[in-house]
């Protein structure tokens, strides 16, 4: 079989990558399960390392638009920036391919693919700043429930280890179908695609039709009221606009309250000012949950000086208006969680680009970022006690730091629900919600914990423990939602254990190819030289 030579590889792998991921209504991570074949076929005959850059990076950069051109509305700049910082290491997986693939040749080269990328993901993700965290081909898995279900034991790094094998499974069966017919070709690819799809399909069909494997409730249902405020991101904030929002978002409360939730939860950065910084402010809002009787979930931004602030959250709870004063307590006193992860080039520059910050992000605050998770506690109408970790915006895109949040205190009280306080109104109705809405249930699989899901847009509602969106409330307006969130007192492998799959990708990786590279090394070489006087015998 052979590639149409009027279309370029890289232009057909890097549309099917693209169109992958979860930015439409349908469902397209299928795509990614072959999109990069057209690349890796071609790449078998690259003749130097200049031509091997002209045939593969083109195919990143031609699917970045189609994953992320949606962070276009948060800055003109957003594309040109995602091009030079996030191309490049997205396609670093398939160039160091290329002098793996001269040491060792093409075929056993490609085995080595899917474990290095899994790798390669993970250390980026932690270890550079930069990182938007949304280029990943795990990314293109996050809504296939009927296959990602596994991802509760490796993670976002298990899909990416198993999408990209797939397409390394079906270029190897392909090149060595050369010489046989189309229906030959057709037939081997379907039965290894059968093969590599069966152990997915299963385990998802055994903990979707028996949950109880992965799941333990905790106790009842817990109720949580969602307020979503529609706030625009893009609105000026003056003194009479703090006031207005603020009142809104009392009102929207007010709504949700008498509705007799066990919390309600606000999106990130709903209190316009520094609430608790702010005296006469704290003690109306300790005042108002103390009278509602019902513990309030809120984002806060809280300035630390001209130039940095906090991105908070905190709960407010029954319990502690009442004794707040009794026992003398001051804002200081009380545990907040501050977000760990910041959106690059958006909350902060990078490390790398911090002495340019005048240019890339003039007059605007950075974020001051957290270290520590943390879990709060709060009593149910029913008075009894519950664990709620809160997520903020973009460090939902981090797998290990939900996983901790889920994992926080001991193993007799684990965190029980999760949820994420998001800002997503920045994006407006382009597919960035979609994506965003799409990590939210990997996310609820990896731990097998429900979210709650609070946007100020959209969208806000509540995915189940199997990633399965529940309930969601109408974007782009002001709702109230009242929805009954299940519970459990397990953890996955995966909450247990983040890093483990990665790493050990990463071993294999080394291992496997300082094998492959000694095995070639032993393999004798004969020159031609030495069989020239032979082949002059029958020579007269």
Not at 187 to 194: E, I, P, T, V
Not at 334 to 355: D, I, N
Not at 485 to 508: E, M, Y
Request: proline content about 8%.
């Amino acid at each position: 079989m052979s590639l149409p030579k009027h279309i370029p590889a890289w232009l057909i792998s890097g549309l099917l990558y693209g169109l992958a991921w979860p930015a439409f209504p349908v469902e397209t991570g299928w795509l990614a399960w072959f999109a990069l074949v057209p690349l890796l076929l071609r790449i078998r005959t690259v003749r130097s390392f200049g031509e091997y850059v002209r045939v593969t990076l083109p195919a990143f950069l031609v699917a970045l638009p189609f994953v992320c051109w949606w962070l276009s509305y948060f800055s003109r700049w957003a594309m040109p920036m995602i091009w030079l910082t996030q191309g490049p290491f997205i396609w670093v997986p398939v160039a160091l391919l290329y002098p793996v693939q001269q040491r060792i040749g093409w075929r056993s080269a490609l085995l080595l693919l899917p474990l290095f990328w899994a790798f390669w993901e993970w250390a980026w993700l932690y270890v550079c700043d930069f990182d938007l965290a949304v280029g990943g081909p795990g990314t293109t898995q996050c809504t296939g429930l009927w296959v990602n279900q596994f991802a509760d034991l490796t993670g976002v790094w298990g899909l990416i280890f198993w999408a990209i094998g797939f397409n390394v499974l079906l270029a190897r069966i392909i090149d060595q179908t050369e010489m046989r017919s189309l229906r030959q070709v057709v037939g081997r690819l379907a039965g290894a695609s059968a093969l590599w799809l069966a152990g997915p399909m299963l385990y998802s069909a055994v903990v979707l039709n028996v949950p109880t494997l992965v799941v333990k409730p905790s106790g009842p249902a817990v109720r949580v009221g969602l307020v979503q405020t529609n706030e625009d991101s893009y609105a000026p904030t003056t003194e009479a606009s703090k006031e207005t929002i603020l009142r809104r978002l009392i009102a929207l409360g007010t709504k949700a309250a008498k509705q007799k939730p066990d919390i309600i939860v606000a999106p990130e950065g709903a209190f316009p000012l520094p609430l608790l910084r702010d005296s006469a402010l704290f003690a109306g809002m300790r005042q108002y949950v103390q009278y509602y009787n019902v513990p309030f979930a809120t984002g806060l931004m809280t300035p630390t000086d001209s130039a940095h602030y906090y991105n908070e959250a905190f709960v407010f709870t029954p319990e502690l208006s009442r004794v707040y004063e009794p026992m003398l307590l001051r804002p200081q006193d009380l545990q907040v969680y501050r977000k760990q992860h910041s959106l690059a080039f958006g909350e902060a520059s990078p490390w790398l680009l911090r002495w340019a910050d005048p240019w890339l992000r003039p007059g605007k605050p950075s974020v001051t970022l957290g270290e520590t998770p943390y879990a709060f506690t709060f009593t149910d109408q029913k008075q009894n006690a519950r664990k709620i970790a809160i997520a903020i915006c973009w460090e939902q895109l981090y797998p290990a730091t939900i996983a901790k949040l889920t994992s926080e205190g001991d193993e007799r009280s684990p965190t029980e629900l999760l949820t994420f306080i998001m800002n997503d109104g920045w994006f407006y109705d382009s597919p960035g919600p979609r994506i965003l809405l799409a990590l939210t249930q990997l996310r609820a699989i990896e731990n097998r914990r429900s979210i709650a899901r609070c946007a100020n847009q959209g969208y806000s509602g509540y995915v189940d423990p199997f990633g399965r969106v529940v309930a969601l409330l109408p974007r782009q307006c002001e709702a109230v939602g009242d929805i009954s969130v299940q519970t459990n007192a397990k953890l996955s492998f995966f909450t247990r254990h983040p890093d483990w799959f990665p790493i050990t990708c990463g071993l294999l990786c080394v291992v496997l190819g300082v094998v492959n590279l000694r095995r070639k090394q032993a393999i004798p070489r004969f020159k031609v030289q030495s069989i020239k006087p032979l082949m002059n015998i029958h020579n007269p």
